[in-house]
């Protein structure tokens, strides 16, 4: 069997794992990132794209900012139709110097893996069956197998960034974790399409259902529509799609070819605590929000950026307080965005006439927010992201 030693193990090479190890590389951690996936595959995911400005921040202290700088699309607000009318929401008449910025996901795991590999760090693809060892001691381990043989990695701590299907979090003992999940009954039908976005970021309330008009470059769009979790997609030819985009938005959006199209389920969950040992849970590996707050992978990045606080707090001074605390602080701000993604998905989307009492409470709290400063006020201070 072939051993290393490294002092932090990554396991997952998706924006938590790569992000951690480049922002460690630049302090100068070191680390071992095992993905179980090749690089074609994760550099070809399509997943989330509305960044705050405090993701963008730990992009460029890490380094990887270049292209994102260049191409991404910055905002400073968004548009919210309701009942025939559009209303624009502007961030910097209530949060000053914080606006979002439009960037692919599938464009940073590229940043990143580009920079990992240029400063000569250890990136490990296709390791398949990957274990945990010893969390729980001064001495944990890793272990995997890559082209038929056995490897073993020796570190002081392991952080587990391989998502929500990863083994991490099912690799902690039975009876640490109490998880908390809300599944909902309606799904994201999603595009990506050589064609011009809208003009701005637009969420839509319809009585037909939710949708999304987003975008990914000045020549790609990125359109979500509310429908069933069990859709299918064969059902909906690029017509339809179009047509019901615009119906839905009541925007005349240009079309164009589609790219991509997947149907992807909605659920807000989170497990805690974070930590067991000294195996560290971050990004999706811990928690999932429904999307419509946009707030994945802006949840991956403080996660990121508290872990990696503490790890450097470690390795300078050999204080373990922000190890100690990592949990509590992520979930802290974890916590807030479940409530605003949840509240965002509760106001903006249909959820069938079994209430109708309740349907017509979502609609009313919408009406509330569009007509009160003070609401929107709330809206822009999450939107943006609140503080790390």
């Known amino acids: 069997m072939a051993r290393s030693r490294t002092q932090v193990g990554i396991i997952g090479a998706g924006p938590a794992g790569l992000l951690l190890a480049q922002l460690l590389h630049v302090r100068g951690i070191d680390s071992i990132v095992l993905e179980r996936r090749d690089r074609t595959y994760i550099e070809g995911r399509i997943r989330a794209g509305a960044l705050e400005q405090g993701t963008v921040d730990l992009l460029r202290e890490a380094g990887v900012s270049d292209r994102l700088d260049k191409l991404g699309l910055v905002h400073n607000g968004v548009d919210i139709a309701f009942r025939g009318r559009r209303h624009s929401i502007r961030f910097s008449d209530f949060v000053a110097g914080r606006p979002i910025t439009i960037y692919g996901q599938t464009e940073i795991v590229k940043d990143l893996v580009a920079a990992r590999l240029a400063a000569g760090g250890d990136l490990r693809f296709e390791a398949e069956n990957v274990a945990i060892h010893d969390a729980d001691t001064n001495r944990p381990s890793l272990t995997c197998e890559r082209g038929g043989a056995s490897e073993q990695i020796v570190c002081d701590f392991i952080a587990g960034c391989d998502g929500f299907h990863g083994m991490s979090r099912d690799s902690l ?21 050589e064609a011009p976005p809208a003009e701005r970021l637009t969420y839509a309330r319809h009585e037909r259902g939710f949708a999304l008009c987003s975008m990914r470059s000045p020549q790609r769009s990125r359109h979500y529509l509310q429908c069933a979790p069990e859709e299918d997609l064969a059902l909906w030819s690029e017509d339809r799609i179009w047509t019901e985009l615009r119906l839905r938005s009541g925007i005349d959006l240009p079309s164009g070819p589609l790219l991509e199209k997947s149907v992807t389920p909605m659920r807000s969950f989170v ?118």
């Open 173 to 193: 003992p039975q009876g640490h974790l109490r998880v908390y999940e809300r599944l909902y009954p309606f799904a994201w039908l999603g595009i990506l399409a």
């Open 271 to 388: 497990a805690e605590p974070m930590r067991f040992g000294r195996l560290f849970l971050a990004g999706d590996a811990a928690h999932i929000v429904p999307p419509t707050g946009a707030k994945g992978l802006n949840l991956a990045a403080s996660d990121v950026h508290y872990l990696c606080e503490a790890l450097v707090r470690y390795y300078k001074s050999g204080d373990s307080a922000g190890l100690d605390a990592y949990s509590d602080r992520a979930l802290a701000r974890i916590w807030k965005a479940q409530r605003f993604s949840w509240w965002m998905t509760s106001m903006l989307h249909v959820f069938g006439r079994s209430d109708p009492f309740e349907d017509r409470i979502r609609q009313a709290e919408l009406d509330y927010v569009l007509s009160s400063q003070a609401a929107l006020r709330t809206l822009a201070e999450n939107y943006v992201g609140l503080p790390f």
